[in-house]
């Protein structure tokens, strides 16, 4: 047990041994006024009632705290018919020992016939399930405030990754460039961004971080974070993808890692320098037909800290497209469980018309894998992006 459980067990102990006294007020007024008149009888129930709210309070903390409590933590949670049953029994249990400690200290003769005993039973049940009912009435409590807390910061992380992810895209005369991310949760892994390098270019990145939800989310903006801050200052993407590589083994979590492709476009010249460590490769599509995938490159970022990256060129044409993807789209699984593929993609652009923009060609795209999932929930985020060259 490390020393913050430690803290916590001891937390709730004090808490415990605190409240019992509050707790035994309602049931000394109930029994004094049922079995007892005058101040003494009164008094006498207090104490009944206390010894019972100590006996019934510390045996439900201990089977919560060294049982029932660890099972969650370890994934092994007890169904909630099981808890229940758990919890009854015991607080049964502990009102009979109770009831005999009461006997021989503060109410002699409490056990002293049958009818007594089955009286302190009833009454033992009726503690037990309203005891019961007030800590299931507490845990609830406090898992809706943690869930709504937990909704509270997904929402706000989901905001603040959106602010990061490119809405609009910048006009330039022969080339278009648009990209659509959208997650299988409240934050996405995957990232696209479009970053103006300086002397007339700009780089292309999309990645898919492993994981899913905010620690996927946390890295994915830490590479974003380490793209724009080179995007002006190294000009290589080989050189950029080995920085972005280092920089994930130095402060990623251990099993974490990322596929990421990346590309230089020098606008002038229609040439796109990339380098891919192993992500979907994207594709060239030409206008006149055949395809070039852009596959050069090494392996995924945050494996080993000195993955040397390959470089490769492309020269673009006007009305290339150029489809950049994640696996959300390829590994998208209809009913049956079987996937999109990249076969797919690939013939549902080249059905595409020529002349569509690289928006409607990334809407046109989603409505056929849509359509492919015919109504489920897609398994994971799912980014596209699209390079156009203008005629």
């Known amino acids: 047990m490390g020393d913050e459980q430690r803290g ?10 605190w409240m019992q006294p509050l707790w035994a007020i309602p049931f000394a007024l109930f029994f004094g006024t049922i079995f007892s008149s005058g101040v003494g009888g009164y008094w006498r129930a207090y104490r009944v009632s206390l010894l019972f709210a100590y006996t019934i309070g510390l045996s439900v903390w201990a089977v919560d705290r060294f049982f029932v409590s660890p099972r969650r933590c370890d994934r092994r949670t007890l169904p909630l018919w099981a808890e229940i049953l758990t919890f009854t029994s015991t607080s049964l249990l502990a009102s009979y020992l109770a009831a005999v400690i ?4 503060v109410n002699p003769g409490m056990l002293g016939s049958a009818r007594s005993i089955v009286i302190t039973g009833m009454f033992g049940l009726i503690f037990t399930l309203l005891v019961t009912g007030l800590i299931y009435a507490y845990v609830f409590y406090r898992q809706a405030l943690e869930r709504a807390r937990s909704d509270q910061e997904l929402n706000m992380a989901r905001r603040i990754q959106r602010g990061f992810l490119l809405s609009q895209f910048p006009s330039m005369p022969r080339l278009e460039v648009h990209a659509i991310n959208v997650s299988s949760r409240e934050v996405s892994g995957d990232f696209y961004d479009v970053v103006p390098a300086g002397d007339g270019s700009f780089l292309l990145a999309i990645a898919d971080v492993s994981g899913k939800g905010v620690p996927a989310a946390l890295l994915s ?8 801050t080179q995007a002006i200052t190294v000009t290589s993407v080989a050189e950029i993808l080995r920085n972005v ?16 492709f990346l590309a230089r476009v020098d606008e002038s010249r229609l040439r796109l320098a990339y380098t891919n460590a192993g992500h979907n490769h994207p594709i060239v599509f030409r206008r006149g037909g055949g395809r070039v995938a852009l596959d050069r490159g090494g392996t995924v970022v945050g494996i080993l800290p000195d993955t040397p990256f ?3 060129t492309v020269e673009l044409r006007a009305g290339d497209r150029v489809v950049f993807y994640t696996d959300g789209i390829s590994e998208a699984a209809n009913g049956a469980g079987e996937l999109y593929g990249d076969d797919r ?11 569509l923009s690289a928006r409607e060609t990334i809407e046109a795209l989603l409505a056929d894998v849509r ?8 398994g994971d985020d799912m980014t596209l992006m699209v390079l156009r060259v203008l005629d």
């Open 8 to 17: 916590a067990t001891w937390r709730s102990l004090v808490r415990l041994l």
């Open 102 to 105: 009461a006997h021989f200290t």
């Open 371 to 378: 359509a492919w999932l015919a109504g489920l929930e897609a």
């Open 345 to 355: 993609l690939i013939a549902a652009v080249e059905r595409l018309p020529a002349g």
């Open 221 to 228: 903006s830490m590479l974003q974070a380490s793209l724009r």
């Open 310 to 312: 390959e470089e490769d």
């Open 245 to 260: 590589n280092r920089l994930v083994n130095g402060t990623a979590s251990p099993g974490q890692f990322a596929t990421f």
